[in-house]
Every structure is written in C-alpha cells, then in structure tokens.
C-alpha cells in the first residue's frame, strides 16, 4: 500500500512569509508525529498526534508554528513568519497504536529553506 | 524534559569491523526503537525492545536494552558498505506515544 506522502517535496519561502506542510499518512494509523531536522543533525521533536485526543504540542519551538490533523488523516504544520533558523528539513511520520510494535513509518520529508 | 544522548556521534571503520553505538536516557523508558537513516534518505525503523534486558538479534546486527531501562546499545558484526548511513534510537516513556530521539551516530565504512 502507499506509504506516508508529504508535500511539497521543497520549499524556499522568503524570510517573513507563511508556509504551509502537508502530510498524509497512512491509512487507519492513529498517531501521527512532527520532526524537525537540520541539516546533519538529529530529529527533533515538534507535535504528535493520537486520535480524537488533544495534540502533545510539547515541541513546537515557537508560537509561529502550529499543527492540525483533519478528520484523523491528513495534517498541515503552519509556520507563520518564517526566519531563516527555520530552515531544515520536516519529517512527517505516522503510526499504528495497536498490535506489539508502534513502528513509526517516515514520509521523505518537505526540505524548507529561508531567504 | 527527557533527552536521550547516543555516542559516538561518529565512527569510521573499515569493512569487516565491528561497530558499536549506545543510547542513553535520562529517564526510565516502556520501550525502545532504533531506526537506520541512509544519506539523503528518511529514518527507517530497524527493531522495538521492550523488556528489561531484552536482546534481539537481525543477521549481523544485536540490539540490547538495558536491565534498568535506561540504556540501550546496537552492535553490527562485519560491517559492509551497505551498513552506511546514521542510526538513531528513539524512547518512549509510559502514559504518551511521543518519541524523543537520539542524537544518532554516523557510520561510515571504508572499504
């Protein structure tokens, strides 16, 4: 079946606009996370996603960023007047939250860059 | 907050060495991922541990959690050129399915 698709695959916005990252997951998974990855670094933590329930947004490094999942599915990660520290590569990865193994399965990733 | 340390961040061997990283938490984990990110790709999951010292083992790769929980470690036996790329373990304490991960430890294998 498909895997998790995010869109765009890059993106470079000017310093100071909003941009918009979309992710769909897999289908029937439950969970769905945020990462954040610069470049040759390691991922960090944004937001995740579980269910109907209220989003652990415990990441979020700013009140510019913010996330919303849609019917359980798909979900966009907003980051409003973008500075150049955004610059990095977002992950999207979803997962099952039954069964013995909650494997997260990785989308390819939206590489944003700020000028 | 919780933070999960590996060493080494990097590592170079030749082809046919053994390679060794380890992940340390801060905190007591319910259970452990480690997952393989080749160059310019996307994490992928490799194996979950869940029981206090608990080893599971794929092909050339031996996967260990630690007795307190707290620990883990992955040891690759004869690494080849395939075996490149960065590793990451990723914890999960209990009551939340949020993930953090390690800092992760860069492979490379010179052949």
């Known amino acids: 079946g498909a895997g998790v698709s995010q869109s765009p695959s890059n993106k470079v916005t000017e310093k100071g606009k909003d941009v918009e990252l979309r992710c769909d997951p897999i289908?029937?998974?439950?969970?769905l996370y945020w990462y954040r990855q610069s470049l040759g670094q390691g991922l960090e933590f944004l937001i995740y996603?579980?269910?109907?329930?209220?989003?652990?947004k415990s990441g979020l490094p700013s009140d510019r960023f913010s996330a919303e999942r849609t019917g359980g599915s798909v979900s966009t990660l907003t980051i409003q007047r973008t500075q150049q520290e955004d610059s990095a590569v977002y992950l999207c990865?979803?997962?099952?939250?039954?069964?013995?193994?909650?494997?997260?399965?990785f989308g390819p990733g939206t590489r944003l860059t700020v000028t | 907050g919780q933070q999960v340390m590996q060493i080494p961040q990097y590592q170079h061997v030749q082809e046919g060495e053994d390679f060794t990283t380890y992940c340390n938490s801060s905190?007591?984990?319910?259970?452990i991922q480690w997952y393989k990110q080749r160059p310019g790709g996307h994490p992928v999951f490799l194996i979950q541990?869940?029981?206090?010292?608990e080893v599971k083992k794929q092909k050339r790769l031996t996967f260990q959690f630690g007795e307190a929980k707290k620990n883990s470690s992955l040891h690759i036996t004869a690494t080849q050129t395939t075996d490149v790329g960065t590793y990451f373990c990723?914890?999960?304490?209990?009551?939340?399915?949020?993930?953090?991960f390690g800092t992760g430890t860069r492979l490379k294998v010179l052949a």
């Open positions: 990865a979803s997962s099952a939250t039954s069964g013995s193994a909650y494997e997260q399965y």
């Open positions: 289908s029937g998974h439950t969970a």
């Open positions: 996603f579980q269910g109907n329930s209220a989003p652990d």
């Open positions: 905190t007591t984990l319910s259970n």
């Open positions: 541990l869940v029981k206090s010292g």
């Open positions: 990723a914890g999960r304490t209990s009551g939340t399915y949020k993930y953090i």
